[in-house]
C-alpha cells in the first residue's frame, strides 16, 4: 500500500483538513489501535476521549465537533465521518483489485461473449451462449452455465456455480461457494415414492445484489425466482424457488426462504430467521434473529421475533410469563385455600 | 427446445384430446403466466377461472371436468393432470442434457473404473479403484476420493467433494457444493484439550437419493452413517456420523441431524428443525419448521413443533398460553383482594 | 491395510495383553459388529455383556476389569481403553495418508514459498506471497489468496477458498467447502440503499483448529476475525466479521456467532445456536441446539438454552409452564365464581 496523505483525503472526500496537510497514512485503523501511519475515524460521541488518546496520524470527525483537549494527528472535518472513511476505503484499500483477460486454463465455450477488459481466472468453465459484460471479475474454479447472463463488474468468487439461463445484473458480487439456479425442492408423493417435480424456472438477479459466501439460489420450478436490485445476503443463506426478495432487503446469515414467498423492500432478516412458503411480507419489517414467520405479514414499520413471528416485546413478555406460571399455579392453590376456609365458616 | 404437438402429447401421458391434435407448443408456463405456444395445467379447482382465461396453447386437465366457459386452447384429459405435466417435463424439458466421454481435463486414476457411456467433466479429480456406473454425469470441478463407488445415473454437479470409500447408489442426485464423507465431528476431551477421534467409518447412499446444494454427509466415526433409498434433502442440511436417514424421508433446507440418530421412513421435516444424537424417530411423523427434536419418538402419524417438540396444537396453545400470563396475574391479584375484603367481614 | 498384532497394539499403547499375542486384525469395529479379525474396544460398564459376546479378535479392556465369563478374542488391558482405541486408529487407519510435491497442474505463483515436503493438488490456485509450511497437504481445487500463511502439517481438503492475508497456524484443518477470510456483512444505509462497507481486515487461524465442511469465516472490517488454538467447528458453522472465537471452544453444526462478539476458552455450543453481535460470552459455558444468545453472560459453568438464553431447567419449566395456562385460567373462572357466591351470601 501507499502512502495517503491528508491533503489527498481530504480532497477525494471534500472534507476540511485542521492540522498538517502533509501528514501520510498507509493504514486504517480503528482509534484506539492505530498508529502515527494510519487514519480513523470519530462518529459515536460516546468514544469522544478515543480522539484525544488516539495515535492515528489522520482522523476524520463529524464537521461540528470541537476539540476540548489536544489531539495528536491531523483532523478531517466532513459531515458524514463514517461515509468519508468507508470512501477511502473502498478508493485505497480495496484487496480485491481488477484484473483483465481470459486464464489460459479456463474453459470457455466457443460461443460464448467475453467483455474484452472482463477477467476470467484458471479452472473456470463458461457454457454456451454465456453473455458477460465489462468488467466482470470471474475468479478461478467458477462454473457458469448455459445461456447465462452476468452483469457490468459482476464479481464471483473462486468456486461458485450457476447453473444454466441464470440472468445476473451489474454490480453483483458472490462470495465463494455460492449457488445459483439448483433445482427447487420440488417432489411429488406418488403411491410413498417421491416423483421428482423438473424444475425448469430460472433465477433473475438484478443490478447491486451481494451474496455471502456458501449460499444457495434455487431456480424455480417454472417462471423466476428473483433478488432485486441492492439487496443483500450474508453467507450460508437459502432462497428456495420461486421468491421474490425484494429491494433493498438485508438478510442475515443462515437465514431461509421457502417458494413462492414475496418479501417486500427494506425488509431486515436477521440471522437463522426462517420463513415459510407461499407468504407475502409487507415492506420495511424488521425480524429478530432465528424469528419463524409462518403468516402473512400485513402491516409495515413491525419489529417482529418468535416463532410464530410476533411483536418483539410481546414474545419477550410471553418468556417472562412462561416463568412465572409455576408461582402462579401456587397462588391459586393459596386462594383456594382460603376460599374452602370461608365457605366452611358459612356451613 | 424443439415443437411438441398435443398428439404427442396425449400418446406419451396416455391423455384424451379435446380440441386441434395438432396445436404446437414450444415451452411450459403456469395457466395466468403462458401464452399460445405454452403447455400449461388445470389441478385445482379454485383455480378453474384461469382455465378460460389461460392463453395456453395446450392444457392439462381432469378426466373428469368439464368446462363451462369457452376454452381458447386445445385440451388434454388426464386422471392426474399435474403428474401428466411433470412427465412432459422430465422427458422434453430437461435442462440437464446427457452427456458421454472423459473431458481431456479430467484427472482419473488408472486404477479407476468408468462406465464407457459415463461422463466426466473437466477439472474432476478421480481418485484410485473408484467405480462409476453407466451413464453417470460427473459436472466439472468434482472430487471423487479412492475407492468409491458412484451408481448408474447418477448426475453429480459442479463443485462436489465425495470423500473416499463412499458407496451411492443408482439414479442419485448432488447439487452444487455438497460434502459426502467428510470427517464426523468426534473430539474427546483429555485435559482441557480436544483429542480428534479418527473417524474410519464410511458414508453409504441408498438408490434413488436427492441432496440439494451445499449439504453435508458426515462419514461415520465406525460403520457407516447411511441415507435410505428415495430420501430427498434440500439445500444445507447436515447429516451427522452415524446417522441412519430411512427410506423416503424429505428434510427440507438447513436442517441438522445429529450423530447416530434413527430417522424412520416416510417422515418428513421441515427448514431448520435440529435433531439431537442418539435418537430414534418412528416413521411417518411430520416437524415443523424449527422444531428441536430433544427426545425418542415412538408413536408415528404425529404433527410436531417446537423445542422440544411437542404436537403443533399443543405447541400453538403454549404460545398463545404464555401471552396470558401478565392477565392471569392480575386477576389473581384482584381475586386476593377480594378474599381478604370477605375474609375483613368475619373477623 | 495390512495385518497388525496384539503385541504391536500392547507395544504401541503401553497396554498389557491376556491372550495370544500374535492374534492380528485388519480393521475395526464396534464389539457387536466386528470379527475375528476387528479391533475393538470395551470402556462403558453398561456394554460388558458385549465383550462376552463380541468376536473381536483383539479388544481393549479397562485395567481394572476381570472377565466374569469367557471371551473369545485376545485382550489388552489399558488405563483409557478409548484414548487407545483412538492412537491406533490415528497411527494405523488414518484414510488420509500424507503425500508431497507440487502436481503440475497446480497454479502457483512465482513469489510464493511452499516447503519441500508439502503437497500441492492438482487444479489448485495460490496467489503472491503466500508461505505454506512443511507438512501441509492442500488437496485439490483450494484456492489460498495473495499474502496467505498455512501453518506446518495443515490440512485443507477440496474446494476451500482462503482469501487474501488469512494466517492459519498449525496442524490445522479445514474439509471440504470452507471459505475463510470472505468479506463481512458490512452495509451503511445511506437514503433506503446499501452502502458496501469495505472489509479490509483479515482472519487469523491460530494453532490445531479444524473446521467442518461448508463453514464460513469472515473477514474483519478492521482488524482481526480470530479463532484461537484447539477449537474445534462442525459443519456449516458461520464466524462473522471481528469475531473472537477463545481457546478450546466446540462449536456444533449450523451454529452462528455475529460480529465482533467474544466466544470465552472451553466453552461449548450446540447445534444451530445463535449468537447476536458484540456480545461477551465467559468462559466454560454450554449452550444447548438452537439456543438464542442475546446478551452478555457474565458467569461461568452455566448450562443454558433457549432464546433468549437462559438456565436449561428455567426453560424447561417455562415450557411447562407454557402449556397449563389453560388450565389456570379455568381454575380461576371457577375461583372468581366461588368469590361471588360468597359475595352474595353476605348482601
Given at each position: 500500500m501507499t502512502l495517503l496523505s491528508a491533503k489527498k483525503i481530504a480532497s477525494v472526500t471534500g472534507g476540511i483538513i485542521s492540522g498538517n496537510e502533509n501528514t501520510e497514512i498507509q493504514s486504517v485503523a480503528k482509534l484506539n489501535e492505530g498508529d502515527e501511519y494510519s487514519l480513523g475515524f470519530f462518529a459515536n460521541?460516546?468514544?469522544?476521549?478515543q480522539v484525544y488518546e488516539s495515535r492515528c496520524g489522520i482522523i476524520f470527525i463529524p464537521k461540528d465537533f470541537h476539540p476540548q483537549k489536544k489531539v495528536s494527528g491531523t483532523l478531517i472535518a466532513h459531515e458524514n465521518p463514517y461515509f468519508a472513511f468507508c470512501q477511502i476505503l473502498s478508493l485505497f484499500f480495496n484487496p480485491n483489485t481488477k484484473r483483465t483477460g481470459i486464464h489460459p486454463q479456463a474453459l470457455i465455450d466457443a460461443t460464448a461473449e467475453i467483455a474484452e477488459d472482463a477477467y476470467i481466472g484458471p479452472f473456470c468453465h463458461i457454457g454456451a451462449h454465456v453473455k458477460i459484460a465489462r468488467g466482470a471479475q470471474i475468479h478461478e474454479r467458477v462454473s457458469i452455465g448455459d445461456g447465462c447472463i452476468i452483469g457490468e463488474d459482476a464479481t464471483i468468487f473462486s468456486g461458485v456455480t450457476i447453473y444454466s439461463l441464470s440472468q445476473i445484473g451489474n454490480r453483483f458480487t458472490a462470495h465463494a461457494g455460492c449457488v445459483i439456479g439448483?433445482?427447487?425442492?420440488g417432489f411429488a408423493p406418488v403411491n410413498g415414492v417421491y416423483m421428482k417435480i423438473p424444475q425448469v424456472g430460472i433465477v433473475e438477479i438484478e443490478d447491486d445484489v451481494e451474496l455471502g459466501a456458501n449460499c444457495c439460489i434455487d431456480r424455480a420450478t417454472m417462471g423466476k425466482t428473483i433478488i432485486k436490485k441492492g439487496t443483500k445476503l450474508d453467507n450460508l443463506v437459502q432462497i428456495a424457488h420461486n421468491v421474490e426478495v425484494g429491494e433493498h432487503v438485508v438478510i442475515a446469515s443462515q437465514t431461509g426462504v421457502a417458494g413462492s414467498t414475496v418479501i417486500g423492500h427494506h425488509c431486515v432478516l436477521g440471522g437463522q430467521v426462517g420463513v415459510a412458503g407461499h407468504l407475502h411480507i409487507a415492506p420495511h419489517n424488521s425480524f429478530g434473529g432465528q424469528a419463524g414467520i409462518t403468516g402473512n405479514i400485513k402491516e409495515s414499520n413491525q419489529k417482529m421475533t418468535g416463532t410464530p413471528a410476533m411483536d418483539v416485546n410481546a414474545y419477550l413478555r410471553g418468556v417472562v410469563g412462561s416463568q412465572k406460571v409455576s408461582q402462579l399455579q401456587k397462588e391459586i392453590k393459596q386462594l383456594k385455600k382460603e376460599i374452602d376456609t370461608l365457605k366452611s365458616r358459612h356451613e
Open positions: 460521541p460516546k468514544y469522544e476521549h439448483s433445482d427447487g425442492f
